[in-house]
Antibody
Framework: QWHLRESGPGLVEPSETLSLTCVVS?????????WSWIRQPPGRGLEWIGS???????YYNPSLQSRLTISLDASNSQFSLRLSSMTAADTAVYYC???????????WGQGTLVTVSS | EVVLTQSPGTLSLSPGERATLSCRAS???????LAWYRQKRGQAPRLLIY???TRASGMADRFSGSGSGTEFTLTISRLEPEDFAVYYC?????????FGQGTRLDIK
């Protein structure tokens, strides 16, 4: 059974770029599935950020596309998110997830809270 | 963009009772690409149902999903204590792949 774990800074200054990594164990990222990022502002609902396929194709939420890069590093069993020009509206728990369809999340990391503040 | 509207916003029931949660889409969800998740307090969501009616691996058979087009339902036949949580529907038919706002299931 796969295990996903997010890592990255808990605090980001406004206008800076957020970089998060999801390390996957128990499954080879190049073997299949879609690898996704989903976020949840405190006390609110879920928002799909974007996904990358096992072959490296990317799928982005249009509302974030201009600021977003998601990449796959199968050799190191990880995939990453970069979100530029962060604002307070980007404060959220960021989850990495995996599933059989784009954005469908059969497995989740525990989530990491990212706060945007100076 | 597909907007998913879940109802009711909050549902208060007792353990052992039956729960019926609704998810309505603003446009047709093709191929029944509709999923349901349960999120317990302080935890990541967990996939319950995908393809509108297929139970995810390891999920109890008290969970069932139905519907097509724009109307979908999650039914929990007999509520267990761990079922009192927030439930989200999600469509993965049309990008951006959107979630409903959630239904909170409270203990009565």
């Amino acid at each position: 059974q796969w295990h996903l774990r997010e890592s990255g800074p808990g605090l980001v200054e406004p206008s800076e770029t957020l970089s998060l990594t999801c390390v996957v164990s128990g499954y080879s990222l190049s073997s299949g599935y879609y690898w996704s990022w989903i976020r949840q502002p405190p006390g609110r609902g879920l928002e799909w950020i974007g996904s990358v396929s096992h072959g490296g194709s990317t799928y982005y939420n249009p509302s974030l596309q201009s600021r977003l890069t998601i990449s796959l590093d199968a050799s190191n069993s990880q995939f990453s998110l970069r979100l530029s020009s962060m604002t307070a509206a980007d404060t959220a728990v960021y989850y990495c997830a995996a599933g059989g369809g784009i954005s469908v999340a059969g497995g989740w990391g525990q989530g990491t809270l990212v706060t945007v503040s100076s | 963009e597909v907007v998913l509207t879940q109802s009711p916003g909050t549902l208060s029931l007792s353990p052992g009772e039956r729960a019926t949660l609704s998810c309505r889409a603003s446009q047709t969800v093709s191929n029944n690409y509709l999923a349901w998740y349960r999120q317990k307090r302080g935890q990541a969501p967990r996939l319950l149902i995908y393809g509108a009616s297929t139970r995810a691996s390891g999920m109890a058979d008290r969970f069932s999903g139905s519907g097509s087009g724009t109307e979908f339902t999650l039914t929990i036949s007999r509520l267990e204590p761990e079922d009192f949580a927030v439930y989200y529907c999600q469509q993965y038919s049309i990008s951006p792949y959107s979630f409903g706002q959630g239904t909170r299931l409270d203990i009565k």
